[in-house]
C-alpha cells in the first residue's frame, strides 16, 4: 500500500459547471420550449402566412378606421345605417347557411354508402370533378344548361310546359353554390367516417343495435367534431360568394352579397377606406358564426373524439 491518493473516477468539473442554479446552454433552454432546427422548419410557412394573412389583415383593419371624411367610425356608422349596405349580411347569411347545412346533411350518407363501395376511388373522382371546373365554370354551363333558353327549359317547352326562372335570381346562386360546395364537404366527411373503427360497428350490431340505433349512437357521437369543422370550412366557403351572385343571381337585387358591397366600395367609388369596412365586417360575421358553431358542438356529444382504427 502507498500513499499517493486514489484519482477520481471522473474529471473534475470545469468552473462554474458544478454551481448549484447554473444556467443551462441557449440550445437546452430552447429545446425544453420545443424550439430546435425540427422546428424552425416551419418557419417558411409562419413567415407566408404573415406575408399573405395577417400583415393584409391587419393593414385593411387600420385602414377601414382612416374614412374619407368624418371621424375613425364614420365608416361602420354608414354601413350600419343604410339599408342598402346592411341588408347584404342577411342575403349573404340567407344563401350561405342553407347551402352549408345540405351540403353537410347531404355529404353524410352519400359518404356513408361511398366507403362501403369497392370502387370508392372511381366514385370519389367522378364526385370530385366540380371542384377542378371552378365556380366561374359551373356558372357558365348553369346558363347554358338552365337558362331561358338553355336545354332544360327547351325540354319543357317540347313538353308543353312554360320555361322555369332557374338563373339569374336565388334558386340559380343555391344551385352553383351546392354544387360547387358539395365535394368539398364530401371529402371531409368521407374522411372522418373512414376514420371511425368497424369493429365499433359490428360490436353493437352483435348486440342487437340495429342500423339507425348504430348511426345515432356511435357513428353520429365520433363524426361531431369533424362536422363541426366540416360546417365552419364549408360556411366560410359559402359566405364569401361573388362569381356565382354576379352571373347566376341578382346583383342588384335578392342575392346582392356582401362581396359585391365590398367590390363596388373599392372598384366603382374607388373608397378603398369603406371596401375595407366591408371586409372587416364580412370577417366578423364569419369569425361569430364559426365560434358559435365550435361552442354547440359540445351540445351533440361530450367525451373522447376518438374511435379511429389501430
Known sequence: M????IPPPY?????GEGRVGARPPLRVRLALRDLDAVTLLALPA???VAALFVYPFLYGFVLSFKPKAGDWLANYRKFFSDPFLYDTIGATLWLAVPAT????LLSIPVAMRVRRLQ???FLTTILV????????LIAEGLLNYLGPQGWFNRSLALLGFGPVPLVHNYTGVMLS???SGFPFTFLLTLSYITGIDPSLEQAASTLGAKARARFWHIILPLLAQGLAINLCLSFVQTFSVFPSAVLLGSPAGATRVISIAAYQAAYEQYDYSMASTVAMIMGFVQLAVVTLILSARALVYR???GGGKG
Open 303 to 305: 367525451g373522447a373524439v
Open 129 to 136: 370533378v366540380p371542384i377542378t371546373l371552378g365556380t366561374v
Open 119 to 121: 370502387r370508392r376511388r
Open 46 to 48: 409562419i413567415l407566408f
Open 101 to 104: 347545412l345540405i351540403n353537410v
Open 11 to 15: 474529471p473534475p468539473p470545469h468552473a
Open 2 to 5: 502507498t500513499d499517493r491518493a
Open 177 to 179: 353554390l351546392i354544387m
